[in-house]
């Protein structure tokens, strides 16, 4: 099982955020301080400490590290096809790979070739993923989606296509491929610490070591700022509830406990109040009395108020309001009588209304004094009426009709509706609802509770509204408003009269020594918890304070790192060894620096194995201050590939730039040590050094290694163009003068169409690059590559087939010269007339011409000297 597999293995035992931590370690290797703050935040969350951010941890998963591929499964990368959204890369593009030895893909800056490191280091699950892939900027946010790529493949043999989409987990057997760039170079060396070399992997538990130390740090600062003073509550210590709870406050206390205590009723409060009055009364036993004399007059207060309130309630309300309603459906009844009796006879107006049954029922009991010797009406028609005493004559009948008119039902009902409304409304209207409450009174109730004398007014003036309203209702009819409820304070004065007598009662009580001592607790129970109720915001906050801590406790042994020294020491005893050692040296050496020399050493620190490579430096200071960048660099190509040779597998390696930083010296040691590896495995190599491009060319052909070279350019379709060939600068001269000739059909129909100016602009190219086919000519096939630009050193055995005539030199200086003319700015400046597509063909061709010449002379000059 590799490394990072056991790492995997043991992750699934941490807490949630040091798998985090783990994840983050193996993607980034240093983390920053917003790494540091989420950390923090989730190891508090863990512990029960809420996070305002609402981060989640995010653990280590088997598709963040390169999956498990048997050392004996042989993989080959074919191509690399169809990319989607990744940055401004061209879509349908297809990158073919040799399946052995060395394939070099050239690309300048900006031709996209980061584009394809970034895919190969997600899908191959490299160590560095940090850079995220974005689609192209140009599309419409509707017409993009998540990166992806097919990877054509043979698995022993047998062809594949593996669809990689960014986001998902990436096909595991591509995890036989190892990327290295830039990022992953810097990774080897930045130690603040120390100069030992960690294999990949092992030195999660150093961060993770340094990182628990950072976080105990942060732990102990916030356990010091939040660290509560439970001195300000002293004062609350003692023999009572919440003295007790007070000096034992803790983590453990709930704020339920602390409510509870603190919290009094009114009642309570006025206990307090009369027990710390009666403990400092002189008199207990007088005050007492007095006491209940008030309460008395309290209670009768209540018992008045009550009785008052009854006589205007709503039951008397709905009493009346049935009575008068009652009533005058009777009387309206009785009008519809009396019209229909007036509408008889011409009769005055009024006739059967109440005022004229007034008036009858007077003629009625008159009467009796004056005709005492008659029954009314059946006085005769000789008699005087009792009115105007006058001779009846026809009023008798007229009286009788009377009389039977107020004699029937409806008449009768009338009256004696009335009768039952007055009978309850004039006792009703008599009553007298004052309280007769004197000023004395009153002053004593508004020393006793201001609030409830002003009420006590409050309901005496609403008692004869009340009254006011009935009466005028009862008249008019108007009942709106008659729902109206009014408060009445009786039984305030009841709780009023009830804390007199309790206070009396405690007063009483005072008076004994040995009640007073009950009282004295009483007193001190209450009193604690007021003042408690005072300072109970701050304790609730001390009891958060507390909780807080507790729970920063629990997080401080979550980042002991004695779990952590103790896989690291373990997992060390498995990947640190000499034969490591020897293969670091070795590589070291053959990248040019052989100076610097790894032991093996054993040491032990928190956190950090056991046993380390000690990277051995002519001053003790960090590596970054005594190394140069490209020493640095050398280094960490020679362990990435020390590695990847111990890892046991042939996976292909895919480097991307690796020379950056490196001296010409060094970039051959490189080129030499990767054509030397792909002679065991494939190798991919990512470049914008054209330098290096053609040492890597050259040191594959010294090491008889297949190399595949294509490149890398922008077209109108995007980025990334996969091209066979390699740019013009990395061309021989045959493919240079072919690369003419194209540009040359080009040149030919600008001139047809008309297009001058790029006509113009692109023959001083072509005649830029045909100075540039010359030169390589010269070199290249003249001279049979003794010396080249690119490449170390003079191979004098190529001098074989060397021979420079007079005419040679004749025509090289003449091409090379009417190049010259025309590859400068002063052609299109008007300077110089530029040719025409013809006369740059024959220019063209006569290189042609005089190359097949020489190569012809050259072959057969060096069979001539050979034999």
């Known amino acids: ?21 783990v994840a983050r370690l193996l993607a980034k290797q240093t983390l920053t301080v917003e790494d540091q703050e989420d950390l923090y935040s989730l190891l508090k969350l863990a512990h029960g400490i809420p996070d305002f951010k609402n981060r989640k941890p995010k653990r280590l998963v088997a598709d963040q590290i390169p999956a498990h591929v048997k050392p004996s499964t042989h993989v080959e990368l074919l191509a690399i096809k169809n990319m989607r959204f990744v940055n401004a890369i061209a879509e349908n593009q297809h990158l073919p790979f040799g399946s052995t030895g060395l394939t070099v893909i050239y690309g300048d800056n900006g031709s996209g070739k980061s584009g394809y490191s970034r895919v190969f280091k997600r899908a191959c699950r490299a160590r560095d993923q940090i850079e995220t892939i974005y689609p192209n900027a140009a599309l419409p946010k509707e017409k993009s989606g998540k990166a992806e790529a097919v990877f054509e493949i043979n698995i022993d043999g047998k062809p594949q296509e593996l669809r990689w989409i960014d986001g998902q987990a990436a096909p595991e057997v591509l995890s036989s491929f190892s990327v290295f760039d830039s990022r992953c170079a810097r990774a080897y060396l930045d130690r603040e610490d120390d100069f030992s070399y960690v294999p990949y992997g092992l030195d999660v538990f150093e961060g993770l070591a340094k990182l628990c130390k950072q976080l105990k740090s942060k732990i102990d600062t916030e356990s010091a700022q939040s660290d509560p003073n439970l001195s300000a509550f002293i004062p609350l210590h003692g023999e009572t509830a919440v003295g007790r709870l007070i000096s034992g406050l803790s983590a453990r206390t709930t704020p339920d406990q602390v409510n509870a205590l603190a919290a009094l009723s009114q009642e309570e409060l ?50 009346f309001r049935r009575l008068a309603d009652s009533y005058r459906t009777a009387q309206s009844a009785a009008a519809l009588a009396a019209k229909k009796f007036e509408e008889g006879e011409s009769l005055l107006p009024g006739t059967g209304g109440e005022a004229w049954r007034e008036l009858f029922d007077a003629a009625r009991k008159f009467v009796l004094e004056s005709h005492p010797d008659k029954n009314f009406p059946d006085l005769g028609v000789d008699a005087s009426c009792p009115l105007c005493q006058q001779p009846l004559a026809e009023g008798a009948s007229r009286l009788q009709r009377f009389e039977a008119f107020i004699q029937e039902d409806a008449e009768k009902t009338s009256q004696q509706r009335r009768l039952a409304l007055y009978a309850e409304y004039k006792p009703f209207v008599e009553c007298n609802l004052n309280l007769n409450i004197d000023d004395v009174t009153y002053s004593e109730i508004e020393g006793l509770d201001p609030h409830l004398a002003s009420d006590l007014r409050t309901f005496q003036q609403s008692l004869m509204a009340r009254q006011e309203f009935i009466k005028a209702a009862v008249i008019s009819h108007e009942w709106e408003g008659a729902n109206q409820t009014f408060a009445n304070p009786a039984p305030r004065f009841e709780v009023l009269a009830k804390r007199l007598n309790a206070e009396a009662e405690t007063l009483e009580k005072a008076s004994d020594e040995k009640a007073r001592a009950s009282v004295q607790k009483q007193f001190d129970e209450y009193d604690a918890r007021a003042r408690l109720n005072q300072v109970k915001d701050a304790v609730l906050l001390a009891i958060d304070q ?86 640095q660099r050398a280094i960490a190509i020679g362990s990435f590939l020390a590695e990847v040779g111990l890892s046991g597998g042939k996976g292909g390696i895919v480097f991307d730039d690796p020379v950056s930083s490196l001296d010409h010296r060094r970039r051959e040691r490189v080129a030499k040590r990767l054509a030397s590896e792909a002679s065991q495995r494939q190798v991919i190599v990512f470049t914008h050094d054209i330098y290096f491009l053609c040492l890597l060319a050259e040191e594959a052909k010294l090491a008889a290694v297949p190399i595949i070279t294509q490149s890398l350019t922008r077209r109108a379709e995007g980025f990334g163009v996969a091209d066979p060939e390699l740019p013009f600068e990395g061309k021989s001269t045959g493919k240079r003068i072919k690369a003419l000739r194209a540009q040359h059909q080009t040149i030919a129909k600008l001139h047809r169409d008309g297009e001058e100016q790029e006509h113009q602009r692109q023959t001083v190219d072509a005649y830029f690059r045909l100075r540039m086919a010359w030169e390589r000519a010269v070199e290249e096939v003249l001279l049979r590559e003794v010396i080249l630009r690119f490449r170390k050193g003079i191979e004098t055995q190529r001098l074989v087939g060397v021979v420079v005539e007079d005419g040679d030199y004749t025509r090289v200086y003449a091409g090379m010269t009417k190049c010259s003319n025309y590859a400068h700015d002063k052609a299109l400046q008007g300077g110089i007339a530029v040719p025409d597509p013809d006369e740059l063909l024959a220019d063209i061709t006569e290189l042609d011409t005089w190359r097949e010449t020489i190569e012809k002379r050259s072959k057969a000059t060096a069979q001539a000297r050979k034999a």
């Open 546 to 631: 507390l909780k807080h801590q507790a729970k920063l406790k629990q997080c401080l042994s979550a980042v002991n790192t004695t779990a952590i020294s103790r896989k690291a020491s373990e997992l060390a005893e498995k990947v640190v060894s000499q034969e490591l050692a020897e293969s670091l040296n070795r590589e070291f050496k053959l990248l040019g620096v052989g100076s610097l020399h790894v032991s093996l050493k054993s040491r032990s620190d928190r956190g950090k194995a056991l046993h380390k490579l000690k990277l051995e430096l002519p001053q003790s200071r960090n590596p970054a201050e005594v190394l140069s960048e490209g020493e």
């Open 1 to 21: 099982m590799s490394l990072l597999q056991e790492i995997l293995n043991w992750s699934q035992s941490l807490p949630d955020w040091q798998s985090d931590a």
């Open 270 to 319: 006025a206990l307090h109040a009369d027990l710390d009055k009666s403990l400092k009364e002189n008199n207990p036993k007088e005050k007492a009395a007095q006491l209940r004399l008030q309460a008395r007059r309290v209670s009768s207060i209540v018992n008045n108020a009550n009785k008052k309130s009854a006589l205007v309630d709503q039951a008397v309300v709905t009493k």
